[in-house]
């Protein structure tokens, strides 16, 4: 039977854990058996995930016997990697062991180097830190999840189940893994990448620019320019653009797009409104221009997000709790 050793570091997410030991452990085979063993392993007997304890039945040298290692993402992922976390990856890799990693489960991967040279992912809050620790990995901040072969990784959170469903597919077939999905209440596959699920504009707190920005969030939808947003900001063109470069990292008018494009995804999910609708109630001058921007930001085009989300609340509501 396939192994699938899920490491469990300190500081582990518990989410993470728990999506490939549901995962892996559900996967029925045709036959009804178990098309898995999990096992959760660890460098000490409990490993602390944030306000509980994850008791790990084995240690570190099952993840070299495995044939399959998952490692789930870490809160901090600011604190080192344990010298015998990475040797033990490192034996596993040179075996030819499968590994995975779920979330920010990748920085553990990359501090043993198994991730150089390669494409990788990981969850989109932790990209620039990641990118600047780890130059030497590929990094595609917006994928759901990455297959390298031997090595994948994945984004966060419900990223993690997408990346495991398709290791289940790849060992044993769409059906077993259509199984698996269903019983996550999950689609198997997802069209997109992270971005369509985190336009969230992104800034510090009680900054100089929270009254502009306030009015901006309830006025997106009038035909704003940059002069109007000077204007209400008291100030000049030049100087309100310098404040949202330092501040946000954008020109005033990209926040105002990634506003609508975020009010645009709440109409999506709520409404039957179709992208003409939709794209004038946010602000955009015409469909064509709101089809662009939301792809751009996105990755999707509006109908294919609606689809998405529909189809996983769908999901939600059909089973019984």
Request: some cysteine; aromatic content about 6%.
């Amino acid at each position: 039977m396939h192994t699938v050793a899920v490491l469990a570091e300190p500081d582990v997410i518990a989410f993470d854990l728990a999506i490939a030991i549901e995962t892996f452990g559900r996967a029925r085979l045709a036959d009804g058996g178990p098309g898995y063993r999990v096992r959760v392993c660890g460098a000490q007997r409990v490993v602390p995930a944030g306000p509980i304890g994850i008791t790990t039945d084995f240690g570190l040298d099952e993840l070299t016997t495995a044939d399959t290692i998952v490692v789930p993402g870490r809160n901090d992922v600011s604190t080192p990697v344990g010298d015998d976390v990475i040797a033990t990856l490192k034996d596993a890799y040179s075996k030819g062991i499968r590994i995975a990693s779920i979330c920010s489960g990748a920085f553990t991967l990359a501090a043993a180097g198994i991730l150089d040279g390669r494409r990788a992912t990981t969850h989109w809050m932790a990209a620039e830190f990641f990118a600047a620790a780890y130059p030497a990995v590929r990094l595609d901040a917006d994928a759901l999840y990455i297959d390298e072969g031997q090595i994948l990784t994945s984004a966060g959170a419900s990223a993690g189940l997408d990346l495991c469903l398709h290791m289940v597919a790849r060992d044993y077939g769409s059906a077993v893994a259509a199984d698996a999905a269903r019983l996550a209440v999950a689609p198997l596959h997802r069209t997109g990448g992270q971005a369509q699920f985190i336009i969230r504009n992104r800034r510090e707190a009680n900054t100089e620019l929270d009254a502009v920005l306030a009015w901006i969030e309830n006025n997106a939808h009038r035909p704003l320019t940059l002069t109007d947003l000077a204007r209400h900001a008291s100030t000049s063109v030049r100087t309100l653009n310098r404040s949202f470069r330092r501040e946000t990292g954008q020109t005033p008018m990209q926040w105002v797009n990634g506003v609508r494009i975020r009010h645009a995804q709440e109409l999506l999910e709520a409404t039957d409104d179709g992208v003409e609708t939709i794209a004038r109630r946010v602000g955009f001058a015409s469909a064509a221009n709101f089809r662009e921007q939301f792809r751009r930001m996105t990755g999707v085009a509006p109908l294919s997000y609606r689809s998405t989300f529909r189809e996983q609340r769908d999901a939600a509501d059909g089973v019984a709790c």
